[in-house]
């Protein structure tokens, strides 16, 4: 609408022109689908950054003495951006545990949980020397296992902490059970009580192993030392 210079002006607002969505196949619709994949992969990245950053941060600081402000400093990446992927330190800590301990620990669970599984002991040897012989190569799931040993947490991955664990004594009890009701276990200790065994060699080992700086072979002594605990509980001591 034309209007004089003497009349009120007029407000005008510019409209943006609506592109319509590309059809598939179509030089547009490629272009979008390279720009969202592109989003999600500049995501990812900002995600893994982060995620990293924080692995570093706890095992060197611990988690209590860790704050949100130095992860997201050491990632290069704005406070929104760190709260985009993760609410609290505890997420963090979750998921650095699902990246590193958490596959084995699936793998242990799922195979526990088949008909066919003859021999528990055997099977929880087995797992066990390659878990040790992959821990010993895995710098990523040696700084895991000092986060998680530090006892500097704050209340709230402490509690995370708790549930972890007892979601390993759990497979670990399943593996158990199935053993006694197979009459593979010794008589002296409950199957409840071997858990307890096993967790402690494992911490054990993991936590001297780290603390003399690898003065040992883990990979070969730990399995060594393993095949005789399992060995000491199976009924008369004898072999599968």
Same mark, same amino acid.
């Given at each position: 609408?034309?209007?004089? %210079?003497?009349?009120?002006?007029?407000?005008?607002?510019?409209?943006?022109?609506?592109?319509?969505?590309? /059809?598939?196949?179509?030089?547009?619709?490629? %272009?979008?689908?390279?720009?969202?994949?592109?989003?999600?992969?500049?995501?990812?990245?900002?995600?893994?950054?982060?995620?990293?950053?924080?692995?570093?941060?706890?095992?060197? %600081?611990?988690?209590?003495?860790?704050?949100?402000?130095?992860?997201? /400093?050491?990632?290069?990446?704005? %406070?929104?951006?760190?709260?985009?992927?993760?609410?609290?330190?505890?997420?963090?800590?979750?998921?650095?545990?699902?990246?590193?301990?958490?596959? !084995?620990?699936?793998?242990?669970?799922?195979?526990?949980?088949?008909?066919?599984?003859?021999?528990?002991?055997?099977?929880?040897?087995?797992?066990?020397?390659? #878990?040790?012989?992959?821990?010993?190569?895995?710098?990523? !799931?040696?700084?895991? =296992?000092?986060?998680?040993?530090?006892?500097?947490?704050?209340?709230?991955?402490?509690?995370?902490?708790?549930?972890?664990?007892?979601?390993?004594?759990?497979?670990?009890?399943?593996?158990?059970?199935?053993?006694?009701?197979?009459?593979?276990?010794?008589?002296?200790?409950?199957?409840?009580?071997?858990?307890?065994?096993?967790?402690?060699? #494992?911490?054990?080992?993991?936590?001297?192993?780290?603390?003399?700086?690898?003065? #040992?072979?883990?990979?070969?002594?730990?399995?060594?030392?393993? =095949?005789?605990?399992?060995?000491?509980?199976?009924?008369?001591?004898?072999?599968?």
């Amino acid at each position: 609408m034309c209007v004089s %210079r003497t009349a009120m002006p007029v407000l005008t607002m510019k409209v943006c022109p609506v592109h319509p969505i590309g /059809r598939r196949g179509t030089p547009q619709a490629e %272009r979008e689908e390279h720009s969202v994949r592109r989003c999600k992969a500049d995501a990812e990245q900002t995600r893994l950054k982060i995620l990293e950053a924080a692995e570093m941060l706890f095992a060197e %600081r611990g988690i209590a003495r860790t704050t949100l402000e130095q992860i997201a /400093r050491a990632a290069g990446v704005t %406070r929104g951006a760190f709260y985009w992927h993760f609410k609290d330190k505890t997420a963090v800590l979750s998921a650095l545990y699902e990246r590193t301990t958490a596959p !084995q620990l699936a793998l242990i669970r799922e195979a526990s949980e088949q008909a066919d599984l003859t021999d528990p002991l055997a099977f929880l040897e087995c797992s066990g020397t390659r #878990f040790l012989s992959v821990f010993a190569a895995d710098k990523c !799931q040696q700084r895991m =296992h000092r986060i998680m040993s530090n006892a500097a947490m704050t209340e709230e991955t402490a509690a995370w902490l708790a549930e972890a664990n007892v979601e390993l004594w759990r497979v670990f009890q399943r593996l158990l059970a199935r053993a006694g009701a197979a009459g593979q276990l010794t008589d002296e200790l409950t199957p409840d009580e071997v858990a307890v065994s096993l967790m402690v060699m #494992f911490n054990g080992l993991l936590n001297e192993w780290l603390r003399s700086d690898r003065a #040992f072979p883990l990979d070969t002594l730990g399995a060594k030392l393993l =095949h005789h605990h399992i060995t000491s509980l199976r009924r008369n001591g004898g072999a599968a």
